[in-house]
């Protein structure tokens, strides 16, 4: 017992120098790994955060190339002068509404498919996933697309927007993955309690999936509130433009016989027309930037939960 004892003790330093040795390892690989995350997330605010100053700044310092992280001759002539333009707000209206509705029946669509997709007995359900993945790597191109959505009666109006979208393959598919991870046990126990599948989809799936859900809408919002090329495809009424095809018309210097968000620069004097890009910009961005923090919990959860069946 003695001789055990002794070389238990022996043997501990030894223990505590590798111990400490990897306690010394990961410290320096966390240190790392945050300098690392501190430096990424630095350069990609770095934009952001120069749009946000050239908002605030004088014209004159952001032609001459002043302004980084501080306004410069601190003005908010552009911010009163884009807020007071009709056809700016007109066109936000647009896009909540483009956003709103388009999220709303991509949800409705996204939920549905998927969980019709993720039972395995379905007959058929190997060819409406085919169908599905088909679509992630052909489509019939810009100009069919253009001739079936007028043939449809569908362009200059809300639809031709929302639907053309309604689906996203890839959140499908992690969706799909998330309905398979359930137990099953839950169903055959609704079942039992006389549940159909209405009633189990309704009342039992989405329930336990608000993660996902919330990561889902998360996704689709922000693509229809960024979305401008179906706009400018579809849309010739400037009434009907969604805020980012006004920005883009802006930056792009279109002409004023087909964009009102031209009109809108040239209204304004030209001592503004310098930042009234980056204004535009900072107050088309804010309302995603008030939404995540929200989402954003359920964010990491809803993707890992999705993607950990194939």
Request: charged share 10%; net charge positive; with cysteine.
């Amino acid at each position: 017992m003695v001789t055990e004892v002794i070389a238990k003790n022996q043997a501990s330093p030894t223990r505590t120098r590798r111990v400490t040795q990897d306690s010394r390892g990961t410290r320096v690989f966390g240190a790392f790994n945050t300098v690392f995350l501190l430096l990424l997330c630095a350069g990609m605010l770095y934009p952001f955060i120069t749009v946000l100053a050239q908002s605030f700044s004088s014209p004159g310092a952001i032609k001459a190339g002043q302004v980084s992280f501080w306004p410069v001759g601190f003005n908010l002539d552009t911010y009163g002068a884009v807020m007071q333009n009709e056809t700016f707000w007109r066109n936000y209206g647009n896009t909540v509404l483009y956003t709103v509705v388009g999220t709303a029946i991509a949800m409705t669509l996204t939920t549905t498919y998927a969980f019709v997709l993720s039972k395995k007995h379905l007959k058929g359900r190997k060819v409406l996933i085919g169908i599905a993945v088909f679509t992630m790597f052909f489509n019939g191109g810009l100009v069919p697309n253009y001739v079936l959505i007028s043939s449809l009666g569908m362009k200059n109006t809300l639809w031709a927007i929302v639907l053309p979208g309604a689906i996203s393959v890839f959140n499908l598919l992690v969706m799909k993955s998330f309905f398979e991870s359930l137990p099953r046990d839950i169903e055959e126990a609704a079942q039992i309690d006389g549940l159909g599948w209405y009633g189990i989809f309704g009342r039992i799936v989405l329930p336990l999936s608000k993660a996902v859900i919330a990561t889902m809408v998360l996704f689709y919002s922000v693509a229809f509130w960024n979305d401008w090329f179906a706009a400018f495809l579809y849309l010739d009424k400037s009434e009907l433009f969604p805020v980012t095809l006004f920005l883009r018309n802006l930056i792009a210097g279109a002409s004023t016989s087909t964009s009102e968000g031209a009109a809108a620069a040239g209204t304004t004097t030209e001592l503004l027309s310098a930042n009234i890009e980056s204004v535009t910009m900072i107050l088309t961005v804010i309302p995603i930037l008030c939404v995540y923090p929200f989402v954003q919990r359920y964010f990491v959860s809803g993707v890992m939960l999705g993607s950990v069946k194939g």
